[in-house]
C-alpha cells in the first residue's frame, strides 16, 4: 500500500461547527504531516509530527488541534474556523523525520469551505 | 528568514517544446525535492537531489542541483500535455527540520 487517504474529501462547515479531517497511511512512515494550501499558492506547512509526538507547530491559531492516535493515523480538530480558513487541507507522510530521507507522499486533501 | 524562489511563475509551451523552470535560495540547502502538481490533484513526489552538482535523469526530466546547494532546476524535454501541471521544488533546511516550498511554476502545454 502506497497512498495516503483522507477523508472526507469536500466539507463545508459553519463558523461554529466542530468538525474533524481524517489521514491514514500503512506505509510504515514515521513522519506525517499538515499542510494548508490555497489556490494556486504552495502548500503551507502547518504540523509536523515524528514518532507520533508533534515536533513542529508553524504558529498555527488554536482552532486548528492536530492529533496523531497512532502511527498510521493522523486528525485535526476545527473548532470556531473563519471563512479565510476555506482551503485545501492536504497530509503527508515521509519514512523518516526530516534528517534522514524525507520525501513526502501527499494525500489527495480535504476540500474545506468555511460558510 | 529563508525563502525559496522559483521563476518563471507561468511558462505556456507549445506541445513539443522543451521547458526549464528554476529554483533559488536565499541559504544553502541540505537537499532539495522536486514535486508535481495536476490541476485538482495533490502534490506528487518526483525526486530529491543531495549532492553539490548532482545531475538525474527521468526520462524526458532532467533536474540539476547547483555546486552551492542554493539552486536548482527542472528541464523537460519535448514537452506532452501529460507534462501539464504546478512544478514546486522544496528545500530541505541545514538545520533539517523542514522543507520550505517554492511559490511554483504552473506549465500549460499547447496542443
Known amino acids: 500500500d502506497t497512498e495516503v487517504t483522507q477523508t472526507p474529501k469536500h466539507l463545508v462547515m459553519g463558523m461554529t461547527n466542530k468538525k474533524s479531517l481524517k489521514c491514514e497511511q500503512h506505509m510504515g512512515h514515521r513522519a506525517m504531516y499538515w499542510y494548508k494550501q490555497k489556490a494556486k499558492k504552495p502548500p503551507e506547512l502547518m504540523f509536523v509530527y515524528s514518532y507520533e509526538k508533534l515536533s513542529i507547530n508553524e504558529s498555527v491559531p488554536s482552532r486548528f488541534s492536530p492529533e496523531c492516535p497512532n502511527s498510521s493515523l493522523l486528525n485535526l480538530h476545527l473548532h470556531a474556523l473563519q471563512p479565510e480558513d476555506s482551503a485545501l487541507y492536504l497530509c503527508?507522510?515521509?519514512?523518516?523525520?526530516?534528517?534522514?530521507?524525507?520525501?513526502?507522499?501527499f494525500g489527495p486533501g480535504t476540500r474545506l469551505t468555511v460558510t | 528568514g529563508q525563502q525559496v524562489m522559483q521563476i518563471p511563475q507561468y511558462q505556456h509551451v507549445q506541445e513539443g517544446e522543451d521547458f526549464t523552470t528554476y529554483c533559488n535560495s536565499s541559504t544553502t540547502l541540505s537537499n532539495i525535492q522536486w514535486y508535481k502538481q495536476r490541476p485538482g490533484g495533490h502534490p506528487v513526489f518526483l525526486i530529491q537531489?543531495?549532492?553539490?552538482?548532482e545531475v538525474k535523469k527521468q526520462k524526458r526530466l532532467t533536474f540539476q542541483f547547483g555546486e552551492a546547494k542554493k539552486n536548482s532546476s527542472l528541464h523537460i524535454t519535448a514537452t506532452q500535455t501529460t507534462d501539464v501541471g504546478t512544478y514546486f521544488c522544496a528545500g530541505l533546511r541545514t538545520s533539517y527540520d523542514k522543507v520550505i516550498f517554492g511559490p511554483g511554476t504552473s506549465l500549460s502545454v499547447i496542443p
Open positions: 503527508a507522510s515521509s519514512p523518516r523525520p526530516l534528517r534522514a530521507s524525507n520525501e513526502q507522499y
Open positions: 537531489l543531495v549532492k553539490s552538482g
